[in-house]
Nanobody
Framework: QVQLVESGGGLVQAGGSLRLSCAASGRTFSSYAMAWFRQAPGKEREFVAA????????TYAASVKGRFTISRDNAKNTVDLQMNSLTFEDTANYYC????????????????WGQGTQVTVSS
């Protein structure tokens, strides 16, 4: 497993932007696919975006496509989520996750998780 720490969450007005970061430990970061999930009160955990080890392949949930961008810097062992045009429906606790190998959208496929960072979008 990889140790993950998220940061960058906070309160933002609707229409604004926020950038989340996830820092990972270890020397084999490029071997792991990385993903962002979110969970709002009363809802199940939802896939947001994922990126493969090299950063060349990205996958997004339909609800965030065109607004969110996932990226990674393997030299720094970080993965970011740039969130633009935020709406109230984006309010959730956002989690960074890692798994060895290929990208998958199912949260149960990931065995390393960060503690989460809260994103609150005011209307």
């Amino acid at each position: 497993q990889v140790q993950l720490v998220e940061s960058g969450g906070g309160l933002v007005q609707a229409g604004g932007s926020l950038r989340l970061s996830c820092a990972a430990s270890g020397r084999t970061f490029s071997s792991y696919a990385m993903a962002w999930f979110r969970q709002a009160p009363g809802k199940e955990r939802e896939f947001v975006a994922a990126i493969d080890g090299s950063g060349g392949s990205k996958t997004y949930a339909a609800s965030v496509k065109g607004r969110f961008t996932i990226s990674r810097d393997n030299a720094k062992n970080t993965v970011d989520l740039q969130m633009n045009s935020l709406t109230f429906e984006d309010t959730a606790n956002y989690y960074c996750a890692a798994r060895f190998g290929m990208v998958l959208a199912a949260f149960r496929a990931y065995n390393s998780w960060g503690q989460g960072t809260q994103v609150t979008v005011s209307s």
